[in-house]
């Protein structure tokens, strides 16, 4: 409850200062106490035709206000080294991701940001997801930034994105040059290319570089020199308490690491690899088994106030802090999102790999406008692949559909869409396959009749004995009949759902896993 307490006579007035909006972007003056506002995928094409041009938002700031999604569209990346027009100002994603776009570049310095140069240079608080980057120029290719040059990367993440190039490509940066990197991550998805192909960063340079607080869990694949799970080639600068947990493949590639391909000059400090994942007889900071890497006392030394360790989150491997607490949450990862028809019926089925906060999911449908039909809770946090389905009465047309996740500090994300063409009213004896299946302890089960008239749905255990009558009544022809079965107080097992209706008779076969 709220409790409100009114001083008698006394008035106090706030005065808010009035800030001039730029109209070129959706908001804000670009000052450091108000940032230009980027809201969708116009701001990101204004802002980088600008900087690739003349530039007049130089040392500006900027502050993304929400998700902006490309739906798989091409991007135009920020900042350009031909004419020497950088990136300098300071972007501030928010806790926010910029998802599902495409870049594919004949040239050099390829990335959300293309070029960054300076000190005053920042990136930060910034999600990138489900995009795919392709380069065949010769160098400096990642999904966040090409090359940097100084400046400061920090509480950025990159994950299921694909991320292909030529020399010094990573996931979140090809090359780092005198770069701050810290609590910086990447996530699934895969990097490959030439030489120095690295997790996280293909080649990190400059005696005042660092990279602090990062690791990295995905592919890396080289076919020449210089393949790192974190980084492909480090030199000079400094590493402390990083890791990696991803996969390496060699296509005839020679000096690799698990943690770093070669290095010169570069200090490493409480740095390791999973060399159960990545066997290599040495690398450049300290092989750890799988158990290990799982194991909090391995990173005695490492700040709890930075990184966490719970076995129900990031696989067992140490994560950042804040990504669970009050930034963005390891991204919940949805693996597949799909619709079957059988009739007006349509069915909705979509798979997670991970999910952490996830409060659950609005289902969407769009037949000339978007609204809500349903919600499905999600399962908070867990490193379980989880399968979840949604069943609706379409009706006729064209129609599409799409999930919003709900984070639950309320913040959300939309899928990619998925489009039914023809739909039409059922008009056939069917039952359908329960989803999800195994399941525990509930699933759903859906059925369409030819006519309107009694039926009955009935759950069976495998020496066909009657568990649960489901359904029993008038269902009616032309719509989808739904029904869920709670299998509570039954054991493991096969079961049987079976439909009947003037005679005919349906049966599938249903497991259940506790």
Not at 431 to 457: D, E, H, K, M, W
């Amino acid at each position: 409850m709220k409790h409100f307490l009114l001083f008698a006579a006394v008035i106090f007035v706030t005065v808010l200062p009035v800030y001039a909006t730029d109209s070129v972007f959706s908001g804000g003056s670009g000052t450091s106490i108000d940032p230009y506002q980027i809201t969708n995928t116009t701001d990101l094409t204004t802002l980088a035709t600008d900087v690739n041009g003349g530039n007049s938002y130089a040392f500006k700031y900027f502050k993304q206000i929400n998700s902006i999604s490309y739906a798989n569209t091409a991007l135009t990346p920020i900042g350009k080294i031909a004419g020497t027009k950088p990136f300098s100002g300071v972007y501030d994603g928010a806790g926010f991701r910029i998802l599902s776009f495409t870049i594919s570049s004949s040239v050099s310095f390829v990335g959300i940001f293309g070029y960054v140069d300076g000190t005053t240079a920042r990136i930060q608080n910034l999600g990138v997801t489900d995009a795919t980057i392709t380069s065949t120029g010769d160098n400096y290719t990642g999904g966040l930034v090409g090359y940097i040059s100084e400046g400061t990367i920090t509480k950025c993440y990159i994950a299921r994105c694909t991320v292909t190039g030529l020399n010094q490509v990573g996931l979140l940066a090809g090359v780092t040059s005198g770069a701050i990197i810290s609590q910086c991550y990447a996530f699934g998805g895969s990097v490959s290319g030439y030489s120095a192909i690295g997790g996280l960063i293909g080649q990190a340079n400059g005696v005042l570089g660092s990279i602090t607080d990062c690791y990295s869990s995905t592919e890396v694949t080289a076919s020449s020199l210089y393949l790192g799970g974190l980084v492909g080639m480090d030199g000079a600068g400094t590493m402390t308490n990083c890791y990696s947990s991803g996969t390496i493949v060699s296509n005839g590639a020679s000096l690799i690491g698990g943690l770093v391909g070669t290095f010169t000059g570069t200090t490493i400090t409480s740095s390791y690899w999973d060399n159960t994942i990545a066997p290599f007889a040495s690398s450049y900071g300290t092989s750890k088994t799988t158990t290990e890497m799982k194991t909090a006392s391995t990173f005695t030394g490492w700040d709890g106030a930075i990184w966490k360790i719970d076995a129900s989150i990031n696989n067992g491997y140490p994560f950042l802090a804040w990504q669970s607490t009050g930034g963005s949450a390891l991204p919940v990862e949805l693996t597949s999102f799909t619709a079957s028809t059988h009739g007006s019926a349509v069915t909705l089925h979509w798979n997670t790999a991970t999910e952490v906060n996830n409060y659950g999911f609005d289902v969407e449908k769009n037949t000339g406008v978007w609204e809500k039909i349903g919600f499905v809770a999600g399962h908070g946090t867990t490193n379980a692949p989880q399968s979840y389905a949604f069943a609706d009465n379409a009706g006729d047309g064209r129609i599409q559909y799409r999930l919003k996740q709900i984070d639950r500090d309320g913040k959300f994300e939309y899928s990619k869409e998925v489009e039914l063409t023809e739909v039409a009213a059922p008009t056939v004896f069917a039952l359908s396959q329960n989803y999800p299946n195994p399941f525990n302890p509930t699933t759903n089960i859906a059925f369409t009749v030819p006519s309107t008239g009694r039926a009955t749905l009935k759950i069976l255990n495998i020496l066909g004995q009657e568990v649960a009558t489901l359904f029993n009544g008038e269902a009616q022809a032309g719509i989808v009949n739904q029904v869920q079965f709670n299998a509570t107080g039954l054991a493991s097992g096969m079961y049987f759902s079976r439909l009947e209706q003037n005679g005919k008779a349906q049966m599938t076969k249903m497991s259940l896993l506790k």
